[in-house]
């Protein structure tokens, strides 16, 4: 059964970072792209950053890009959100996601590309 755990969420002042982590298992995902997505209150869940299988290449959004970072550890089957500078327009629940696929920037931002789906964590930003 593949699973998708989310952690490190949590409170943050702004201009703050934090690091989310995304724990996966059930399936060998060395040779799966991961994206990050975040939802806010009351709005549509949205891309944030995506890594390909190998970690060579990356994408993000443009409203994160220069303070988010994406990275993975294929051996311990984790992908990481690096995020700083951190501002309250960035609280959300932010959910890791796979996909056994190419890694194409006019797919990877589509939710509909991705395969499985963790629970979330959330991440909050006070001003």
């Known amino acids: 059964q593949v699973q998708l755990v989310e952690s490190g969420g949590g409170l943050v002042q702004a201009g703050g970072s934090l690091r989310l982590s995304c724990a996966a298992s059930?399936?060998?995902?060395?040779?799966?792209?991961m994206g990050w997505f975040r939802q806010a209150p009351g709005k549509e869940r949205e891309f944030v950053a995506a890594?390909?299988?190998?970690?060579?290449?990356?994408y993000y959004a443009d409203s994160v890009k220069g303070r988010f970072t994406i990275s993975r550890d294929n051996a311990k089957n984790t992908v990481y959100l690096q995020t700083t500078s951190l501002k309250p327009e960035n609280t959300a629940f932010y959910y890791c996601a796979t996909r056994r696929g190419p890694f194409y920037s006019d797919s990877i931002i589509r939710q509909t590309a991705y395969d499985y789906w963790g629970q979330g964590t959330q991440l909050t930003v006070s001003s």
């Open positions: 890594i390909s299988w190998s970690g060579g290449y990356t």
């Open positions: 059930g399936r060998t995902f060395s040779r799966d792209a």
